[in-house]
């Protein structure tokens, strides 16, 4: 069975496409089958697993808008062989005036996604084992769809004051997407991001977290490190750009705590 | 005249809400008028200035969807006489699917604002020197409405790599506004944030964006400084909450630079 994560938080800079991209690359050193899907229109995801997606490069602005399989725009991340990408491009960032009044708009990329699981589901070495979808700063269509073909929700919280001020409205959101468009939904995961242990603020967020979500968030916090900021810019994760570095023994660590949690843990 | 500042950017987490409300804070100390408009439905600057923005409180939302009027929705902030906030309620999150089937859906802020800053003109000590307007992190229509607002275009950048990425799009999206909706939009300043001059890459960063804009580039960048992310805990900017900080200092300088260029700097 295919797990698929949602990654959302409508927060800016939080850490969403930094732990889709580690989490994925941490699953595939793993020998895990992975595919990232890449629904902000900033392509940042994209650019971090070295997948081409300059504008006009078939992507998931396609999938959404032309109808076009999965299977016509997926890429191989050089990064791993077991690890894939649907990437975005700038064209994306019209799709969501474009959703409103198109038909079934809210359900555009779990009917594209289901198809292609399902195709995948036959040739046994190409079953994946998770998908993992990043998506934009905010509540708009595009994570609408994303909540809708995701089983999970995997909120990064930054741990700064602001991070607690939009986490009720992500939760009722959340709620209604359970309730109207997708009841196999739920909110499975917490990460704490940029934990920075020398400051007050950042011990006061994460008490407050796990004292309010204690099954959801996990053991692991991701510590502030320069490398992981540094990664992306040698279209790597910081997995293989510096494997020895604290961020990138955390995204490990996360990542196994991630997959031993679904084996009953 | 009245300053219209947009602070836009397209990229989460960036230092948006943090300059408006530090920018607004020390113009505020230094005496002059100052008027911020929070069109983020997380509220966030609501919140660092310390302004009621529950669910229900007159807002930024009833000016866009209800077209009501500015004045009846304003609020004066606990921090200074002379410095106004227009709040953002979690109403707004839903504002952006409303507005795009209605009437002049671009310019409803600017007509409100236009209306406002003119009725204010005739009484003096009310006359507004400054409206900063803080946006989301995405190019939707609460953002055109911004840039269709403004005058000029303030562009915080974090010294990160993903920063660079979005630019060229922030930069196109400001170029169309300009044709089709409001001529008089120029980007005017770039601040560079969250620098932290112990690593590379916000070097690189930084030098990056001074080669490619010498002009808008303020001198001033701002530090990296955790008093800078505690004040918003406290509702106050960091200019009130910990005035001999490196933040504080940053950006009493950073609002010194911006007010003197109107002034034929
Ligand atoms: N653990 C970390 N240590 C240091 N820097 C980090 C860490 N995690 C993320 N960053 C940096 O912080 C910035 C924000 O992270 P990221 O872009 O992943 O957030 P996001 O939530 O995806 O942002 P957006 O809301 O724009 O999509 C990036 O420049 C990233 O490199
Ligand atoms: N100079 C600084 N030093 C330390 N922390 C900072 C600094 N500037 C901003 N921050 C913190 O970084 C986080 C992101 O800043 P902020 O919320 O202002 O960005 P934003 O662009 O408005 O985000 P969004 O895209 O969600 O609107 C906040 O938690 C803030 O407190
Ligand atoms: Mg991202
Ligand atoms: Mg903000």
């Given at each position: ?46 650019t971090a697993l070295g997948v081409d997606h300059h504008s006009g ?209």
């Open positions: 069975h295919t797990r698929v994560l949602t990654v959302a938080n409508q927060k800016g800079g939080v850490g969403k496409t930094t732990t889709t991209v580690n989490v994925a690359a941490a699953l595939a050193q793993a020998g895990l089958n992975v595919l990232v899907i890449d629904s902000d229109p900033q392509g940042n995801a994209s490069t078939p992507s998931i602005y396609e999938v959404f808008v032309d109808g076009a399989q999965i299977a016509d725009v997926v890429q191989r991340s050089p990064q791993f062989d077991n690890l894939w990408c649907v990437p975005a491009t700038l064209d994306l960032s019209g799709a969501e005036i474009e959703l409103v009044n198109m038909v079934s708009r809210e359900t555009r990329l779990r009917r594209a996604l289901d198809a292609f699981l399902a195709a995948q589901a036959t040739t046994e070495e190409r079953r994946f084992d998770y998908v993992i979808i990043d998506c934009p700063p905010s509540l708009g269509l595009l994570t609408v769809n994303a909540f809708t073909a995701g089983n999970e929700v995997l909120i990064p919280i930054q741990c700064e004051y602001y991070a607690l001020e939009g986490l009720s409205q992500l939760i009722k959101t959340v709620e209604l997407i359970k309730q109207h468009l997708n009841p196999t939904l739920r909110l499975s995961t917490i990460l704490l991001t940029m934990y920075d242990q020398r400051t007050n603020l950042a011990r006061q967020v994460a008490d407050e977290v796990r004292e309010h979500f204690p099954t959801q968030t996990l053991e692991t916090t991701i510590p502030r490190s320069v490398r992981v900021s540094e990664a992306p810019s040698y279209a790597q994760s910081v997995i293989t750009y510096e494997p020895g570095s604290s961020g990138a023994l955390a995204y490990r660590e996360a990542a196994r705590e991630i997959n031993d949690r679904a084996n009953g843990g």
